[in-house]
């Protein structure tokens, strides 16, 4: 049974998200703020989430830090972020902080538990069609799961690492951001393409000697994104 810590400072949402959860398998904890929720990840209790749905507007430490210091814990924890607004500068900020996906509350149940359902399958071991690639100090052993850069491991969260196996399964062929949206995300419906964009985002600074100008992740304007080198 997939276990989630639900983040969220209003108690009657909480509450409401819980049942849920529940309803349809859930192992369920929760936290009112940031603070608790980083507690409960560093205890006994932590080892047992799999994934996190974080609340961006908390007292407190808001949901922001909160994903930055998950992500500086751990890589592979997927997190889901909540926004009430909408705003497109919280969602992209969010993103960049290391969120895998995103909803806008309010949320209906269908919503919500088909984007964790999707963040879960990311989190699982994936092998992508095609053999490990080893282009100018970029390593990529799919058997392993793995990822390193001149001898160095680069530690990815799955969405990262799902974006880089599908890319690299295919080197040279061009993905626009629909394309990636159903093969990485599992969105096939209300997708949104800043997810792409600030996954490429992430990915290249930590796989490319300068993001800025990335040798691996290229984009191809007005279509996509293609992996390289070419």
């Known amino acids: 049974?997939?276990?989630?810590?639900?983040?969220?400072?209003?108690?009657s949402v909480r509450d409401g998200m819980e049942l849920v959860l529940r309803r349809h398998g859930y192992g369920v904890d929760t936290a009112a703020t940031g603070e608790e929720a980083l507690a409960l990840l560093a205890g006994a209790r932590g080892a047992r989430v799999e994934l996190a749905v974080l609340d961006l507007m908390l007292p407190g430490m808001d949901g922001f830090e909160v994903c930055r210091r998950i992500r500086a814990r751990t890589a592979v924890l997927p997190v889901i972020m909540l926004t009430a607004r909408g705003d497109d500068q919280?969602?992209?900020?969010?993103?960049e902080a290391g969120?895998?996906?995103?909803?806008?509350?309010?949320?209906?149940?269908?919503?919500?538990?088909?984007?964790?359902?999707?963040?879960?399958?990311?989190?699982?071991?994936?092998?992508?069609?095609?053999?490990?690639?080893?282009?100018?100090?970029?390593?990529?052993?799919?058997?392993?799961?793995?990822?390193?850069?001149?001898g160095t491991p680069v530690?990815?969260?799955?969405?990262?690492?799902?974006?880089?196996?599908?890319?690299?399964?295919?080197?040279?062929?061009?993905?626009?951001?629909?394309?990636?949206?159903?093969s990485v995300w599992d969105h096939t419906f209300l997708g949104d393409s800043r997810l792409v964009d600030a996954a490429v985002g992430r990915l290249r600074?930590?796989?490319?000697?300068?993001?800025?100008?990335?040798?691996?992740?290229?984009?191809?304007?007005?279509?996509?994104?293609?992996?390289?080198?070419?």
Do not use: C, N, W
Not at 90 to 95: A, M, P, Q
Not at 158 to 166: A, G
Not at 206 to 230: D, S
């Open 90 to 95: 919280d969602i992209v900020t969010g993103l």
């Open 155 to 182: 530690p990815l969260p799955p969405t990262e690492l799902r974006l880089l196996l599908e890319l690299s399964a295919s080197p040279g062929r061009v993905f626009t951001r629909e394309q990636l949206l159903a």
């Open 1 to 11: 049974m997939p276990h989630v810590l639900l983040i969220e400072d209003d108690a």
């Open 205 to 230: 600074a930590k796989i490319e000697e300068v993001p800025a100008r990335p040798r691996y992740v290229q984009t191809v304007r007005g279509f996509g994104y293609r992996f390289g080198p070419l």
């Open 99 to 150: 969120a895998d996906d995103y909803v806008v509350k309010p949320v209906t149940a269908p919503v919500l538990e088909a984007r964790i359902r999707a963040a879960l399958r990311r989190a699982e071991p994936s092998l992508r069609q095609a053999g490990d690639a080893d282009l100018a100090g970029l390593v990529i052993d799919r058997a392993g799961l793995t990822v390193t850069r001149d």
